[in-house]
C-alpha cells in the first residue's frame, strides 16, 4: 500500500480521558489514560509494562462523548514505540462490551 493510507478499519477520535483497567486473573484496578478511541479500540496509556496480547478489562469514563461510560475487555494488540509521561501506550482492540462491571473484582 502506499505511504499515507490509513490502514485501520474504523476512524479514529483523539481524546484524554481517565481509565481504570485491570489485567485479566488479576484483582488489582490500576488508572491509565485513553489518547484515542474508534468502534475498534483505544489507545491506552498506562504506567505498567504489558505484553502484546494481554486481556484488560476496561471503564472508560468520557464526558467528552457525551458523559459516557463504558465498560469492555479488550486485547493489546501493540505497543507504541512513543512513551508519554512515563507510560507506556497500548493499542487495544476491543474484544466485548459489559452491562456489567468488568473492572471491580468479585
Not at 72 to 84: F, K, N
Amino acid at each position: 500500500m502506499p505511504d499515507g493510507i490509513e490502514k485501520r478499519r474504523f476512524a479514529r477520535t483523539e481524546i484524554s480521558a481517565a481509565v481504570q483497567y485491570r489485567v485479566a486473573n488479576d484483582e488489582a484496578v490500576h488508572d491509565g489514560w485513553l489518547g484515542n478511541i474508534s468502534a475498534g479500540g483505544i489507545l491506552l496509556w498506562a504506567e505498567d509494562e504489558l505484553p502484546v496480547g494481554t486481556t484488560l478489562y476496561l471503564r472508560l469514563s468520557i464526558e467528552e462523548l457525551g458523559d459516557t461510560t463504558m465498560e469492555v475487555t479488550a486485547i493489546i494488540v501493540r505497543l507504541d514505540a512513543r512513551r508519554q509521561n512515563g507510560r507506556f501506550g497500548y493499542g487495544c482492540r476491543f474484544d466485548a462490551i459489559y452491562s456489567g462491571p468488568p473492572v471491580t473484582a468479585g
